[in-house]
């Protein structure tokens, strides 16, 4: 499990050391840096797949994502005795992104290239340092692997070995040094952060794919999109938990149940039978708040949890009478897996807070930065980012 989530210079993230538990429930009001904090998750989970250069590039490139103040805040501009201005910059400008976890942490620091290269690519990022370490806090005795921009070196039973020098340096080491048997850290890692799922592009319009019949085949994991929602329900209830499929409609839609019609073709379609109606109701007529709860367990429910899920504003198009429903299957989720949720939803956030063994994060700005409502040095989680 993740403990500890830091990020310094991206976007209004300044310089944020976020404390984690199993289930992190991430409010503010719009502006606070809610989205901020879960792209940055998404930014973490983009290197392992040599995908972070054009994350990066689609927001704009890497400048555009650099924190927009001042490098420092001086007393004077706090209080309001001078106005907030920019001085002369003393240190390179870097973004940092790193997280401590039960087995191992890791960080990585990208920085724009030197100038006049005569590459026509001179917005991409370059990664400056990458470091793998053991536990949840990095310390020098700690350290796995250290790459230092092309040079890469791990720790052996003979002391410190250079195992690649010459790394492209706009691709992490996740694509270009894993090994099973020279760096195994690096392969596991890799593989658990590739598990990460974020949800937050599920469709309920009219052209939705969950509406259409789909070929069906075993669905352990819903899509991004929730276009294969029926043959991903039709794998719980086969393969997962078939009874928290009942129990979950039931509490949400009392005497109704959803199955799945498998047509002559292979293709497979959502069917949801309501009381009082004389047939079920088909994926391409029911409500977006329907379909959204449905597509909600489906994903919450998998029969194959990762290490990590991260919804975003669950809520939107849910009725508030479902939302205590989508609690529990949140909770359920987050017995297995470590769960973020970023809402606006008081009554969302309440209906969590029952029994749950979680974390209520909020967020706030303070002179355009991001930080975490109540917490001040002492409280600030234990982070260091190797230099």
Not at 245 to 268: Q, T
């Amino acid at each position: 499990m993740m403990h500890t989530l830091a990020v310094e210079n991206y976007r209004s993230l300044r310089n944020i050391v976020v404390p984690l538990a199993r289930l992190n429930i991430i409010q503010g009001p719009n502006g606070s840096g809610k989205s901020n904090l879960y792209k940055s998750l998404r930014l973490l989970a983009d290197t392992t797949t040599g995908g972070i250069v054009s994350s990066l590039a689609r927001e704009g490139g890497l400048p555009s994502t650099f924190w927009a103040g001042p490098e420092r805040l001086s007393r004077d501009m706090q209080t309001g005795r001078v106005p907030i201005q920019g001085t002369v910059r003393k240190e390179p400008v870097h973004l940092k992104l790193g997280f401590g976890g039960d087995d191992f942490g890791y960080c990585i620091t990208m920085g724009l290239p030197p100038p006049n290269l005569g590459s026509a690519f001179s917005l991409d990022p370059e990664i400056k340092r990458e470091c793998i370490w053991m536990g949840p806090v990095c310390k020098p005795s700690s350290i796995l692997l250290d790459r230092n921009a092309s040079s890469v070196r791990i720790r052996t039973e003979k002391g410190w070995q250079t195992i690649a020098d010459g790394l492209n340096v706009f691709e992490s080491v996740f694509t270009q040094v894993a090994d099973p048997t020279n760096t195994p850290e690096v392969l596991r890692l890799r593989e658990m952060m590739r598990g990460w799922r974020f949800y937050d592009q599920l469709r309920t319009d009219a052209d939705a794919p969950c509406r259409i019949p789909r070929l069906g085949t075993r669905t352990p994991v819903l899509g991004h999109d929730g276009g294969d929602l029926a043959a991903a329900i039709q794998t719980i209830l086969e393969q997962g938990d078939a009874s928290a499929v009942a129990a979950a409609v039931e509490m949400a839609f009392p005497g109704a149940r959803v199955e799945i019609d498998r047509l002559p073709d292979g293709r497979f379609t959502i069917e949801f039978q309501q009381p009082g109606l004389l047939r079920p109701l088909k994926g391409s007529e029911l409500s977006d708040g329907t379909l959204r709860f449905l597509l909600w367990l489906a994903a919450l429910l998998t029969p194959r949890p990762p290490a990590m899920m991260v919804l975003n504003e669950p809520e939107t198009s849910l009725h508030p009478d479902l939302l205590p429903a989508l609690a529990q299957l949140i909770l359920k989720a987050a017995a297995k897996t470590q769960t973020w949720v970023v809402t606006h939803s008081p009554a969302l956030i309440a209906a969590l807070g029952e029994g749950a063994e979680g974390r209520v994060i909020k967020l706030e700005k303070e002179f355009g930065q991001t930080r975490i409502r109540g917490q001040d040095l002492l409280d600030r989680p234990q982070w260091r980012w190797v230099e």
